[in-house]
């Protein structure tokens, strides 16, 4: 639902700057600050225009964020402001493409995992839930892996938008002027070579927004804007260090000197500037501040967005049940007690990419006497019942949206081998009647799915023989035949005692994977996705050997 905020008695729309408290900010300031802190740098006391993104009208763009919850926040460097809340936000993935309804306001979009973007009047994108408000824009978007906002790409002055299929295409969307778009219209193929695909905006004073478009290599390049929603040849920048970030921020305006710059994470959570010199390249980087490993996702982000799990479940024998977060840095949060009901004798269990639309984990609980799957989550006690499941399944998994609706499914083999498809309903409390996908895995002993391991933003399925082989099954999105033919990833992995996923535990979109030996060692797997992983890290020597179950 859309509802009007009404204009400030100035009739600005909360659009007058704040000079006090800009001065106030910016004094004092370092280049790098206290964990989590970003703020202005001196040279933003130059500001001469508002830069997309800017909330608070002081000249320079702010950041909007979601974070491990599925909160989204607005972080202005003066202050930091929950905007919307997990229960409602649906936020899968979040642009702000500047004023989109051509009310002088700086606006908001996002993109809810079953494809409906959503547009937020950004008047009140500094007040707590402020931007509950809102109204559908589009939908069908779940057939995107990417949308990405480059600016103004036909000369009428609107901000425009340009998405990607899996398979590569990317197509131009014009915008009306009214926070709608028109209809989309084919720029070219052979997009999925990219692993990010950034929002620029007019990198070379053009007047037409750009895009930048980096490989899974590291190596960037800028596509200029060309009127009428198309761009030039691409031009490649002669920097290395691309590869060292796990999500690349564009389309900003963050040292308020009328040009548009770049921010980029490391994966240590740190956060680096670049200065756009107005000719389509950058300066020299410099550091704004650290502890930025708590956003799951930036908005004007280039990285295919993660979605449904960002940690682990883990279980004693006894049933006490542990939940570890990601740091977003590769590492997992202390444990904290979630429940001591469900011992592994009579229980199996389950950590699914969620079945809501919230972007939270559920935990499922199936009964091994009765075969019956539930849903123990607070919001479904009422009716946690899931699925009369089956006394013959011995693995449940939920990897996320294999159907390609947006909506999180769970998977269930039998220890004959038969994998069955339990479609989800996007409640978290029903599933639809299981359909029978294929035979024989039961020559796995393990099943991990927890989002996209290849790049295309669809889930996959990995699984590990009784030989210690590490099999790749691509999801497809078709809800028919949900998964491509095996892929050999590699050898050796008998070696653990438990194969499991944090989902995206480094926040750079991709899925990864953690390992436990006999004894108690703890591994991280960082996801490629190119479908396999990087060289493994040693994160504990010892502590991880207990668990009757890691999920």
């Known amino acids: 639902m859309f509802t009007t905020r009404p204009r400030r008695r100035d009739g600005s729309h909360g659009r007058r700057r704040h000079n006090l408290m800009r001065t106030s900010a910016l004094t004092g300031v370092a280049a790098v600050l206290a964990a989590g802190a970003f703020v202005l740098l001196p040279s933003d006391a130059d500001a001469t225009a508002p830069a997309r993104g800017d909330f608070d009208a002081d000249g320079t763009s702010d950041l909007v964020y979601r974070n491990v919850a599925g909160q989204l926040y607005v972080h202005t460097g003066a202050a930091e402001t929950m905007v919307l809340d997990t229960d409602v ?12 309804d051509s009310d002088g306001v700086q606006d908001v979009l996002t993109l809810s995992p079953t494809g409906v973007l959503f547009f937020h009047s950004g008047v009140y994108a500094r007040t707590p839930g402020g931007l509950g408000s809102y109204r559908t824009a589009a939908s069908g978007w779940q057939i995107y892996n990417k949308v990405a906002a480059p600016g103004d790409m036909n000369g009428d002055g609107k901000a425009d938008l340009v998405a990607r299929t899996p398979a590569g295409t990317l197509y131009f969307y014009p915008g009306k002027g009214t926070g709608a778009f028109g209809s989309r219209v084919t720029i070219s193929t052979g997009w999925q070579q990219y692993d990010e695909l950034i929002g620029a905006g007019d990198l070379n004073g053009d007047g037409v927004g750009d895009l930048l478009a980096r490989t899974p290599a590291g190596v960037l390049y800028r596509y200029p804007g060309r009127k009428g929603g198309t761009f030039g040849t691409r031009v490649k920048d002669p920097r290395t260090d691309w590869a060292s970030y796990n999500q690349i921020i564009g389309g900003g305006d963050w040292d308020g000197n009328g040009r548009t710059d770049l921010l ?47 940690g682990v479940m883990a279980r004693t024998s006894a049933g006490s049940v542990y939940s570890y977060q990601v740091t977003g840095t590769g590492t997992l949060t202390g444990k904290l007690l979630v429940g001591e009901a469900w011992p592994s004798s009579t229980t ?6 969620s079945l809501r639309q919230n972007g939270l984990a559920d935990l499922v609980v199936q009964s091994v006497s009765s075969g019956r799957l539930t849903n123990p989550a607070f919001y479904a006690l009422s009716d946690p019942a899931l699925a009369t499941g089956s006394t013959s399944y011995n693995r449940v998994v939920g990897p996320g949206d294999v159907t390609g609706d947006g909506k999180g499914d769970l998977l269930a083999v039998t220890t004959a081998g038969t994998l069955y498809l339990y479609a989800g309903d996007g409640s978290g409390t029903g599933v639809a009647g299981r359909v029978k996908i294929s035979t024989g895995w039961e020559r796995y002993n393990t099943l991990v799915g927890a989002g996209d391991f290849t790049g295309d933003g669809r889930p996959d399925l990995l699984a590990r023989d009784t030989a210690g082989v590490l099999w790749r099954y691509a999801g497809t999105g078709s809800a028919s035949a949900p998964f491509a033919a095996q892929v050999k990833v590699g050898t050796g992995w008998q070696q653990y005692k438990k194969v499991f996923s944090p989902g995206d535990a480094n926040g750079d979109g991709k899925a990864d994977l953690m390992a436990t030996n006999s004894t108690g060692a703890l591994y991280f797997y960082a996801g490629t996705g190119t479908g396999g992983f990087k060289s493994r890290v040693t994160k504990a020597t010892t502590g991880w050997s207990g668990w009757a179950d890691l999920l």
């Open 89 to 100: 936000a649906k936020v899968k993935d979040v642009l702000t493409p500047g004023d989109l």
């Open 348 to 353: 199996r269990l389950a950590y699914a990419s």
């Open 264 to 310: 980029a994470r490391d994966s240590a959570g740190a956060l680096w500037f670049y200065a756009g010199d107005g000719k389509g390249t950058f300066g020299t980087r410099s550091a704004r501040s650290t502890g930025w490993g708590k956003a799951t996702q930036f908005a004007g982000a280039g990285n295919n967005p993660h979605f449904g799990k960002f």
